[in-house]
C-alpha cells in the first residue's frame, strides 16, 4: 500500500514552453501533496505544500506564478512549470501524505527528471 | 544549515561490514526524524524513523539513535551488502506553526559497498 507515482518519469522540453508534472496517491486519499526539487548531488528541497482543494503554500524564494500547482482531487495534483529555462532543468519529486497515518509519514513518488533545453 | 553546491559526503565499505551514517540536525523541536535510502534516478524509500522521546529505535539490519543534547542523529547498517548503495538522507519533522507535515531534509550521504 501507500504506492505514489509521477507521470512523467522524464521529460525534454524547448526554453519558454511548459511543461506539466502529475503526482498521483494510488491506494489512500492524499490530503496533504508535497513538491520537491533535487539538483545532482544534492539533497531534496521543498517547493510547495499542497492541500486539496486550496492553494498551495511556496517555500521563501519559490516563484508560485512559475511554478503553478494544482490539487484538485484527493488522488492527484499537478506541478507545471511555465515557460521553462535551462536552470529549471532537475529532479522534481512529489509525496503525499495520508491523513489516516502520522503526520511525519510521506510517501514518494519516482520522480520526474526535467530537462530543458 | 544548507550545504547547496558543496559535494554530498561519502562512505565506502567492504560487503559484510557494517556502516554508520552521520547527520546534524537543525532544529531541537523537531518531533520525528527520518532516515531515507535514495538509489540512483529514484524517489527516496523510508528506511526508519524515531520519535524525539526516544534514543534509539532498531528494524530490521538497521538501527537509529539520536541524541538531542548535540542534535546528532545516525544509522547503523549491520552486515551492509551492494544493494544498500546509495544515498541516505535524514529527514526531520517539526508539528508546530505552519511547518505541519513538512520535512526538512538534511545534506545526505553516498553510501557505496564493495564485493
Known amino acids: 500500500g501507500a504506492v505514489v507515482s509521477q507521470h512523467p518519469s522524464w521529460v525534454i522540453c524547448k526554453s519558454g514552453t511548459s511543461v506539466k508534472i502529475e503526482c498521483r496517491s494510488l491506494?489512500?486519499?492524499?490530503?496533504?501533496m508535497f513538491w520537491y526539487r533535487q539538483f545532482p548531488k544534492q539533497s531534496l528541497m521543498l517547493m510547495a505544500t499542497?492541500?486539496?482543494?486550496?492553494?498551495?503554500?511556496?517555500e521563501q524564494g519559490v516563484e508560485k506564478d512559475k511554478f503553478l500547482i494544482n490539487h484538485a482531487s484527493l488522488t492527484l495534483s499537478t506541478l507545471t512549470v511555465t515557460s521553462a529555462h535551462p536552470e529549471d532543468s532537475s529532479f522534481y519529486i512529489c509525496?503525499?501524505?495520508?491523513?489516516?497515518?502520522?503526520?511525519?509519514?510521506?510517501?514518494f513518488g519516482p520522480g520526474t527528471r526535467l530537462t530543458v533545453l | 544549515g544548507e550545504s547547496v553546491g558543496l559535494h554530498l559526503p561519502t562512505l565506502s565499505v567492504q560487503e559484510g561490514d557494517n556502516s554508520i551514517i552521520n547527520c546534524a540536525y537543525s532544529?531541537?523541536?523537531?518531533?520525528?526524524f527520518i532516515w531515507y535510502k535514495q538509489e540512483s534516478g529514484k524517489g527516496p524509500q523510508f528506511i526508519i524513523d524515531i520519535r524525539s522521546n526516544m534514543d534509539k529505535r532498531q528494524g530490521q539490519r538497521v538501527t537509529v539513535l539520536l541524541n538531542k543534547t548535540v542534535k546528532h542523529l545516525s544509522l547503523q547498517i549491520a552486515a551492509t551488502q551492494p544493494g544498500d548503495s546509495a544515498v541516505y538522507f535524514c529527514a526531520e519533522n517539526y508539528a508546530g506553526g505552519t511547518s505541519y507535515g513538512k520535512l526538512t531534509f538534511g545534506q545526505g550521504t553516498i553510501l557505496t559497498v564493495h564485493p
Open positions: 532544529n531541537s523541536a523537531s518531533d520525528y
Open positions: 491506494d489512500f486519499q492524499a490530503t496533504t
Open positions: 499542497s492541500n486539496e482543494g486550496s492553494k498551495a503554500t511556496y
Open positions: 509525496s503525499a501524505r495520508d491523513a489516516q497515518r502520522e503526520i511525519h509519514e510521506q510517501f
